[in-house]
């Protein structure tokens, strides 16, 4: 007999999505991204920014790439350019759960740098392999 028409005749369906969402949800890691500015002199034209990547999922991330998405409007994007091939972040084979950090950081001159930057985190987990989140921070 099916384990799923076995469950459906004892079960409502509801109790069921509940324990397949949970089940999902084991397997999956999950990042934030947190950011605080270190010591910026902006009279002189310079910031420090700290980025920190956070898995608090509840699986551990696996070959987790890191990346800097280009700005959409022509303007930037030959300042970032610049910005990006002076900064890698990343890869790391493992990223633990339980709220373990990647902490990367940037010191740049502001008239090099673009004023926002999208970060892409992709990762393997237990749920799907190629998983990603988007980040959209404030440099200055």
């Given at each position: 007999?099916?384990?799923?028409?076995?469950?459906?005749?004892?079960?409502?369906?509801?109790?069921?999505?509940?324990?397949v969402n949970y089940l999902i949800k084991n397997k999956?890691?999950?990042?934030?991204?947190?950011?605080?500015?270190?010591?910026?002199?902006?009279?002189?034209g310079y910031f420090n920014v700290y980025f920190h990547?956070?898995?608090?999922?509840?699986?551990?991330?696996?070959?987790?790439?890191?990346?800097?998405?280009?700005?959409?409007?022509?303007?930037?994007?030959?300042?970032?350019?610049?910005?990006?091939?002076?900064?890698?972040?990343?890869?790391?084979?493992?990223?633990?759960?339980?709220?373990?950090?990647?902490?990367?950081?940037?010191?740049?001159?502001?008239?090099?740098?673009p004023k926002t930057l999208k970060i892409k985190i992709?990762?393997?987990?237990?749920?799907?392999?190629?998983?990603?989140?988007?980040?959209?921070?404030?440099?200055?």
């Amino acid at each position: 007999m099916d384990i799923l028409k076995f469950l459906g005749a004892i079960l409502p369906i509801s109790i069921i999505i509940k324990a397949v969402n949970y089940l999902i949800k084991n397997k999956m890691a999950h990042f934030r991204c947190e950011t605080d500015t270190g010591k910026s002199d902006f009279y002189r034209g310079y910031f420090n920014v700290y980025f920190h990547f956070i898995n608090d999922g509840k699986s551990d991330a696996k070959n987790v790439r890191i990346e800097m998405l280009p700005p959409e409007n022509e303007i930037d994007k030959e300042k970032f350019l610049k910005f990006a091939n002076k900064y890698k972040l990343g890869p790391y084979e493992l990223i633990n759960s339980n709220s373990e950090k990647i902490d990367n950081s940037i010191t740049s001159n502001i008239l090099s740098a673009p004023k926002t930057l999208k970060i892409k985190i992709t990762w393997n987990d237990g749920f799907r392999n190629n998983r990603h989140q988007v980040f959209s921070v404030d440099l200055y």
